[in-house]
């Protein structure tokens, strides 16, 4: 009965929070994304650049063709049982926000605020600015004047590691941004159409190249390569003082490590959840949309790694150029259009994916604002009923984090801020997601009573194992890899005093209010 309580307390003042933010005139969100819609949306935020390259570095991490095929299909089965366990909470509430949400109602607002801080410093922005770098990488291959090394602004340093510019490559990449930025400003119809014909087209050219590759480019010296001795490693990369994936406790910490790669190619495959407002049905078709969309991208995910593995030897996989796997493999397909094909299809793949983050990232910091938990700008919906302020600042942001360069004076190389971020991303986003999954047990227990139209299949084995799997995953980065991790755990720290300076704010501007009232109720007496 308490936890009932605390519940409906909650709720009375989050409506409260809510109706400071409303105007006479307040308009509502339009349930405009059918099933079809809301898988795409999953497939297409899901599906971006990270498959045609992330299996290099996984491929030097672990050594061998079998257990890269485990490593995936860890991030398969953590990825379609994280999808399981959210459809609980998603059936629970249905509301635009989805994870903050989920975090609010099962521990606290401070942790539904901490994901929101995260996901709009880090984890959204720098995504897009990761994906929009991506794309305009890919036009130089057909339009030279395209590249990170023509500067429309040469790099300023800020430090010796450290500098601002802007390359030809990176305006592309801001551009793109503010497009679609843009676009979906315009309404909720406009993204949709975008997201939908994008999805469906990098689906067919991933679908394309699994085929060519399986059918086609398949030969026997890769063959016997990759699966003479599939669990022999070869070419292995240290893991650290004298440990490398040649010993089974090698091994586990090289598949742990090889997440960060195989687990950021199939993230945000929980998005749809902040777009639920928009979702028709959204009590059983945003569960559907992520459970349809997690197990199709998996899927395409392990036969694209089969049909690389089948069309080139793992030391070629291993030292693809620039670690592009997926041009190295259509270059063997069609050795003269192979690189030129493989562009194309990246800038599809890496347009429609940014489509997808803008799209449903905003929705996110529209919740947030809805409760003064960020910038009041951004709670109210434009005459097309989206959250245009939202997703003007989001696209602002990652527009901001395309420009700041890494420098290794070592080396003399550059390289991208957002490359960083992403490190920061995976061993973040773990840390929410764990808890999140946590919270179906947490509620389970406060909110025995709550209506739930989905519980989660294979309840309590399939949430235990997520936990269990991802914790080992994040303390392995923890302990191996703290140089990208531990800043990563800082940035849900910074948030901790930022939330409590709102909430003071929010006292004083609620009291200076009811302090006017009282003086002008003496003088009228």
């Known amino acids: 009965m308490q936890s009932s309580n605390s519940s409906f307390s909650r709720i009375t003042v989050d409506r409260k929070l809510e109706s400071k933010c409303q105007d006479p005139n307040r308009r509502e969100f339009a349930r405009g994304l059918s099933l079809f819609d809301s898988a795409m949306l999953v497939v297409g935020a899901m599906i971006g650049s990270g498959i045609f390259i992330v299996p290099a570095e996984m491929a030097r991490q672990i050594g061998s063709a079998g257990w890269l095929l485990v490593a995936w299909g860890v991030a398969g089965a953590l990825t379609i049982a994280g999808a399981l366990c959210y459809g609980e909470l998603s059936a629970m509430m249905p509301q635009a926000g989805g994870m903050y949400f989920y975090l609010r109602e099962a521990y606290s607002p401070l942790w539904g605020f901490l994901y929101g801080w995260t996901l709009f410093s880090v984890i959204e922005t720098g995504t897009i600015a990761a994906v929009a770098v991506a794309f305009a990488r890919f036009p130089g291959v057909l339009w030279p004047p395209i590249s990170e090394d023509k500067y429309l602004m040469a790099p300023v340093h800020i430090s010796s590691h450290y500098a601002v510019s802007l390359s030809t490559a990176q305006a592309l990449a801001i551009a793109v941004i503010a497009l679609l930025t843009f676009g979906n400003t315009l309404g909720l119809r406009y993204g949709k159409l975008v997201q939908n014909v994008f999805t469906v087209a990098k689906t067919i050219a991933l679908g394309g190249l699994i085929i060519l590759g399986i059918l086609l480019a398949g030969n026997a010296a890769a063959l016997h390569a990759n699966f003479s001795h599939p669990w022999r490693p070869q070419g292995i990369d240290s893991l650290g003082p004298g440990l490398t994936a040649a010993t089974m406790t090698g091994m586990f910490v090289a598949i742990c490590l090889s997440q960060t790669?195989?687990?950021?190619?199939?993230?945000?495959?929980?998005?749809?959840?902040?777009?639920?407002?928009?979702?028709?049905?959204?009590?059983?078709?945003?569960?559907?949309?992520?459970?349809?969309?997690?197990?199709?991208?998996?899927?395409?995910?392990?036969?694209?790694?089969?049909?690389?593995?089948?069309?080139?030897?793992?030391?070629?996989?291993?030292?693809?150029?620039?670690?592009?796997?997926?041009?190295?493999t259509l270059r063997v397909i069609l050795p003269d259009v192979g690189a030129s094909v493989m562009a194309a299809a990246i800038m599809i793949s890496t347009f429609g994916t940014i489509n997808a983050l803008t799209l449903t990232g905003a929705r996110v910091y529209y919740a947030m604002a809805r409760q003064r938990l960020f910038f009041p700008f951004a709670c109210k919906l434009n005459a097309a009923s989206v959250p245009a302020s939202s997703l003007k600042l989001q696209g602002l942001w990652a527009a901001v984090l395309v420009l700041p360069r890494t420098y290794n004076p070592a080396t003399q190389e550059w390289g991208n801020l957002y490359s960083n971020l992403l490190d920061y991303v995976i061993s973040a986003a773990l840390i929410f997601y764990v808890l999140t999954v946590a919270g179906v047990f947490r509620l389970r227990?406060?909110?025995?009573?709550?209506?739930?139209?989905?519980?989660?299949?294979?309840?309590?084995?399939?949430?235990?194992?997520?936990?269990?799997?991802?914790?080992?995953?994040?303390?392995?980065?923890?302990?191996?890899?703290?140089?990208?991790?531990?800043?990563?755990?800082?940035?849900?720290?910074?948030?901790?005093?930022?939330?409590?300076?709102?909430?003071?704010?929010?006292?004083i501007r609620d009291f200076q209010p009811a302090k006017s009232e009282a003086g002008d109720l003496q003088s009228a007496e």
């Not at 993230?267 to 992520?290: Q, Y």
């Open 445 to 507: 227990i406060t909110r025995p009573d709550a209506a739930r139209p989905y519980r989660t299949i294979g309840y309590p084995v399939v949430p235990a194992f997520y936990i269990l799997t991802a914790s080992a995953i994040l303390a392995i980065l923890f302990a191996y890899r703290p140089a990208t991790t531990w800043p990563g755990l800082l940035i849900i720290l910074l948030g901790i005093p930022i939330y409590f300076l709102i909430g003071w704010a929010e006292r």
């Open 261 to 328: 790669g195989s687990l950021f190619s199939a993230d945000s495959w929980h998005n749809i959840a902040f777009a639920a407002g928009e979702v028709k049905r959204p009590e059983c078709n945003v569960t559907l949309a992520m459970v349809i969309g997690t197990i199709a991208v998996i899927l395409l995910y392990i036969l694209a790694n089969v049909a690389y593995l089948m069309t080139l030897p793992l030391e070629a996989i291993q030292h693809a150029p620039a670690d592009r796997v997926g041009t190295a």
